[in-house]
């Protein structure tokens, strides 16, 4: 399974972005993945964002919770981040992650992903 992330930018704090995260490759199973987004900020360590299973029950960092909407479109093999009410702390580098078989205590664990997107960098300047 191939990832590409979009859809990051430079904006100012209150705004929001949309990212977006095509899948490709393997695709005829998209449907039974959990799909994630995971940063990293300059300096930190890559950090839980939000995740959605395939019965489409999502789960969100702390951080992010009641800001940020985690999404899918099984038919577009596409996963989506609404981000609303962006902050200077939500610039990172922001990664989309997918695994056929992630177990629900592992879903907040990057490492238990096996694939990745390349990332796109959200700025968000004050």
Do not use: H
Not at 2 to 19: F, I, K, P, T, Y
């Amino acid at each position: 399974v191939q990832l590409q992330a979009s859809g990051g930018g430079s904006v100012q704090a209150g705004d929001s972005l949309r990212l977006s995260c095509a899948a490709s490759g393997g695709t005829f199973s998209f449907r039974r993945y959990v799909l994630a987004w995971f940063r990293q900020g300059p300096g930190k360590e890559r950090e839980f964002v939000a995740a959605i299973r395939s019965d489409r029950s999502t789960y969100y960092g702390d951080s992010v919770k009641g800001r940020f909407t985690i999404s899918r479109d099984n038919v577009k093999n596409t996963v989506y981040l609404q981000m609303d009410s962006l902050r200077p702390e939500d610039t990172a580098f922001y990664y989309c992650a997918a695994d056929s078989s992630i177990i629900l205590s592992s879903i907040r664990d990057e490492n238990g992903y096996d694939y990745w997107g390349q990332g796109t960098q959200v700025t968000v300047s004050s």
